[in-house]
Every structure is written in C-alpha cells, then in structure tokens.
C-alpha cells in the first residue's frame, strides 16, 4: 500500500517554503534597511509568512493548477505581506529603518520568490515528463464522454504527473467491484476515478470502504444529469452537514470591493481620457450622417432582475423598431457600421458603470423582452442575474457576442457566463478586458 510513485511529494510543498523562507531572510543583506533587531525581524518576518501562507493556502498548488491562479494566489499573499512589513516598524518601534529601502526590499522579494517558484513549477512539470518522476498511478471505473475526455488529459499532460493504467467498464457483463479492487492493491494504484453516473449507491458505498481501507485517493466524475455535476459548497452548522449549490465569489466584501475599484478606476480612466475628446467628434458624424439623439438608450435586466437603462452610441437610424440589429439591417448607418464594428458604440456604458448599474466586466445584458424569452428557454439562465452586467465578458471573448441565431449561441453564452459567475477573480477580469481591447482593434466578424 506505499506510494511510491508519489513518495517524495510530501518535500515539494516544505521545500518551495524553505526556499521562500530563505529568499525572506537574506535578501535584506543586500539593502542599507537600518533594521536594528535583525534577529526579531527574522522570526518575525518568518513566523508571520508561514501563518499567512497556512491561511491563503499559499502553497496549496494542484499538478493541474493554470498560472492564472498561481498569480492570484502571489498577489494575495504579496498583498498582506506589505501590511504586514511595514506594520513592524511602527509595532517595534523601528524609527531608523529606510522606507525606500524596505520598498526596494520588498519589490526583490516578490522578484525572486515569483522567478523560483515558477522556476521550480516548470522544472517539477519537466521532472514529471520527461523523467516520469512523482507520478500518480490511476485507474477510472466508468465509460461515458467524461471518462473518456478525462484519459485523454491523463495521456496528452504527461506534465500533470498522471499515468493512466487502466479503465473499468461497469455496464460490461464481467465487470466485478472485487476484480476492480485487486488489480488497484496489485499494481500499486494511487487513485481511483468514479463516474457517479453509473454506479449505485451500493457500489458507491463499496468504493469508499475500500479506497478509505487502503489508502487510496477516490475522486468522483459529476454527471451531467444530476445535482453532482453542481459545484457543490460543503459546510457545517455546527455539526450537521449542509451542501449548497455554487458559491459566488463576487458575494465576498472584499470582491466586491476589489471589482468596484476596478471598475471605478477603468471607467474614469476612458470618461475622462477618452470619452471627453471622442464624444464630440462621434456627435458630429453621427450629425451629419442622420438627424436625431447621439445617445440611445434602452432597458436591460442588470443585478438581481433589476432594470436600468443602457447607454449607447446611436448607430441606427431613427426608427420605432426596438428589434436587435441583425446582418445587412438597413437601419445601421455608415458610422453605424464603423463603431459597432469597433465597439466604440459601447463605450458611454462606462457611465453604466460609474453609476453602479454595471460593471466593466460580467455577463452582456440583454433587452427586456429577449430575456423573458430565454429565461423560458435555457436552463439556468437567470443565473447570470447573480451579479452585475458587463459592458464586455466571457462569453464575448470566447466567440459567442452579438446576434443570436441559433440555440446553440445562448446555451453557449449562458454556459460561459455561469463560468465567470462561479469563477470570478481580478485576473480573469484584467485578462478579459484586454482580449475585448484587442477584438476592437482587430474588429470582430459578428460586431454588426
């Protein structure tokens, strides 16, 4: 029952800590700080570091975790770390430390402590490869779309550390639970792979003993079809055991603080560096082209179902018709053309997004009457209404903005959107924004 393919991972996590550790300790020699005590500095600065990364789970880092999170995750702990560096200055009374130098100090170690940890990162995946190093044997018990999607990571990321063995089908005619569990014990299997869909309770119950009883790593496969495939939150009230279906980050204060920053200081940025200049010459050409308002409004479903109006640049020409732009409308005039094509139509929604009633990032509001529609149609569509509208998002970025013509287009957009409800984080808000920055500079194929 030993684990020898993983047995040195246990080291991993303690030795990127040690490193950091290190990194803590000796880059001060190469800055004139005036730290008086450097031995209370060291423990402080040690103890405080260690406690801090036990509480963001700082080295908690799966073979199968995406940079993104890995940024998240340094920005975090850099983030209290500064607090806590220079609050021991006035908490030890230290008068005489350089500030400047304890902020070049401070910029090194976030330098150095990124640059190894990647390092190692990269060097670890590597070892894994190429060497076959700190490997985890695996079978799957199961035959659906999922387990097959799930081998073929297993086989195409020799870098995530997983060597595929063996698949056992449980509506085979042979297929035998003690059969499975023999050749787990015989070939030195690490962890098991369970497709929920096609096990009963019975069998379900068997697995655990038997994984629990051998010290064996059991992960299950949601289906499709059930409450499993949910993200499911477990939590205790005292002692009673309650799972809930999703948790939203942005229902944290602090994400929600972190995002309203965000959006307060991108929407000032383009009102006042960009908006203030472009609006007069867009008021011209849109003058000039066709007589009527420069701004046109509408009414969306924003957070919570509420209804707020949308602004826009008037690309289309004055009509009573409320009805989405579709290809070739002959409603869209020449600067119609232009702007929608570079989404510089969308731009006034940063007033949107000053006021509150959006943000720059979330799922796109659709009109009124589109959203009774689909809320008959497409399951967990009110979803989205979980947090603010964006003036861009996920969905958008990923191919599916504009008209839709088909189901397939909002089912896709909804699946995209409960994905950024359920996954939010700055990066991901930061990484969305500059993909939509760069389809406006590109123009986009359905932007009409």
């Known amino acids: 029952m030993s684990n020898k393919g993983g047995r040195y991972s246990v080291y991993i996590n303690p030795l990127f800590c040690l490193v950091d550790l290190i990194i803590l300790n000796f880059t001060t020699v190469l800055f004139q700080t005036n730290i008086d005590q450097n031995l209370l500095f060291s423990i402080y600065i040690s103890v405080l570091w260690i406690i801090l990364s036990i509480k963001n789970k700082f080295y908690d880092i799966k073979r199968f975790s995406k940079v993104v999170h890995i940024l998240a995750s340094l920005i975090r702990q850099f983030l209290i770390f500064t607090l806590i560096l220079y609050a021991f200055i006035g908490f030890f009374k230290q008068p005489n430390i350089s500030r400047f130098e304890m902020g070049k100090y401070l910029i090194s170690v976030i330098g150095f402590i990124t640059f190894f940890k990647f390092i190692f990162l990269y060097l670890l995946s590597k070892y894994r490869e190429i060497l076959g190093g700190n490997i985890r044997r695996v079978v799957v018990i199961g035959n659906n779309k999922k387990t097959d999607q799930l081998i ?66 059991l992960k299950f496969i949601p289906d499709n079809k059930d409450i499993f495939s949910k993200k499911l939150i477990f939590n205790y009230y005292e002692y009673i055991p309650v799972l809930s279906f999703r948790e939203i980050p942005l229902d944290y204060s602090i994400n929600k603080f972190t995002k309203r920053t965000f959006d307060i200081l991108l929407s000032l940025f383009v009102l006042v560096g960009i908006l203030s200049w472009l609006t007069p010459l867009i008021a011209l050409l849109i003058q000039l082209e066709s007589r009527g308002p420069v701004f046109f409004k509408q009414r969306r479903n924003g957070l919570d179902y509420r209804e707020f109006y949308c602004y826009k640049y008037r690309s289309m020409k004055p009509s009573k018709s409320s009805n989405q732009a579709t290809k070739g409308d002959a409603r869209v005039t020449k600067v119609g053309k232009f702007i929608r094509r570079t989404s510089i139509d969308e731009l006034p929604q940063f007033l949107n997004v000053l006021k509150g009633d959006m943000s720059v990032v979330g799922p796109r509001p659709h009109m009124v009457k589109h959203n009774e529609e689909f809320a008959q149609r497409v399951d967990k569509f009110m979803v989205r209404h979980f947090v603010k509208p964006g003036i861009t998002g996920l969905a958008q970025v990923s191919g599916f903005r504009g008209e839709i013509e088909t189901n397939k287009d909002i089912i896709n957009r909804v699946k ?6 359920e996954n939010w984080s700055l990066l991901l808000d930061i990484k969305i924004t500059v993909l939509t920055a760069i389809n406006a500079i590109k123009g986009e194929e359905k932007a009409y």
């Open 152 to 217: 073929k990571i297993f086989k195409d990321k020799p870098d995530f550390g997983y060597k595929f063995q063996k698949k056992f089908c449980v509506r085979d005619s042979d297929f035998d639970l003690e059969s499975c569990f023999n050749y787990v014990v015989e070939n030195g299997i690490d962890e098991v792979y369970c497709s929920i869909a096609e096990l009963s309770n019975n069998q379900l119950r068997d697995i655990v003993n038997f994984t629990e009883n051998n010290l064996k790593i």
């Open 416 to 421: 995209y959107d409960i994905f950024y409800v």
